[in-house]
């Protein structure tokens, strides 16, 4: 069975700080992966997509970045943390051509 | 562009009354709809999905929702609220392309 794992589960960050968050999914190969931060426990925002090794797209331009070094690694990154990135933050992943979408269990990111 | 609507911040119900959570939907094309559920400091689970046929759709933990396509709506529904049910609803909706859009959220509160 497929399986989604984000880590960490919390994060405390000086402002100005990096960033590395990681989502790795086991179980399928070829998944489209997602990033989404929720602030203030409502709505979803759809941060960066990938369909495949290398390839990004960025929704939002902002402070953060997305890579996807491998086929099933996806990982959110920052070189200096801002107070407003704190959030909490979600992977996901559904398969090419699919339409479900699973959800990691995510990682709350307080800026400090 | 496609955007999903929760027009309701919060929704009190008692338990045992029937429930619904509103969702209304704007996308191009044939649209897939999908309900998440989110308890404090958790992922996304999902509840349910419309991708096509018949317009009342089944889901997890004896929820539903019906597909309305005249009134762009896919509301979801359940005869009778548990105290359990309280927690943070989602409508999300894609055509395909992108990814998930998902509406601001609706606060379900159950009171026994």
């Known amino acids: 069975s497929q399986t989604i794992h984000q880590w960490p589960a919390t994060l405390v960050q000086p402002v100005g700080s990096p960033l590395s968050l990681e989502c790795t999914v086991e179980?399928?190969?070829?998944?489209?992966l997602y990033w989404y931060r929720q602030a203030a426990g409502r709505g979803l925002q759809l941060l960066f997509y990938s369909v495949g090794i290398g390839q990004i797209s960025s929704e939002v331009p902002q402070n953060l970045s997305a890579s996807r070094p491998q086929d099933r690694q996806f990982i959110l990154s920052s070189k200096k943390l801002l107070l407003s990135d704190s959030g909490f933050y979600l992977c996901a992943w559904k398969l090419s051509g699919g339409y479900g979408y699973t959800f990691g269990s995510g990682t709350r990111l307080t800026v400090v | 562009a496609q955007s999903v609507a929760q027009p309701e911040d919060q929704v009190n119900v008692a338990e045992g009354n029937p429930l619904t959570v509103k969702c209304t939907y704007s996308v191009s094309g044939n649209p897939y709809l999908f309900w998440y559920v989110q308890y404090p400091n958790r992922g996304l689970q999902f509840l349910l999905k419309?991708?096509?046929?018949?317009?009342l759709v089944k889901g997890s933990y004896g929820f539903e929702a019906e597909f309305n396509k005249s009134q762009t709506s896919f509301h979801l529904k359940k005869p009778s609220a548990l105290v359990s049910d309280s927690a943070l609803y989602f409508c999300?909706?894609?055509?395909?392309?992108?990814?998930?859009?998902f509406g601001s959220g609706t606060r379900l509160q159950v009171q026994p």
């Open positions: 179980g399928t190969s070829n998944p489209n």
């Open positions: 419309y991708i096509t046929g018949d317009n």
């Open positions: 999300a909706a894609h055509t395909g392309r992108r990814a998930l859009t």
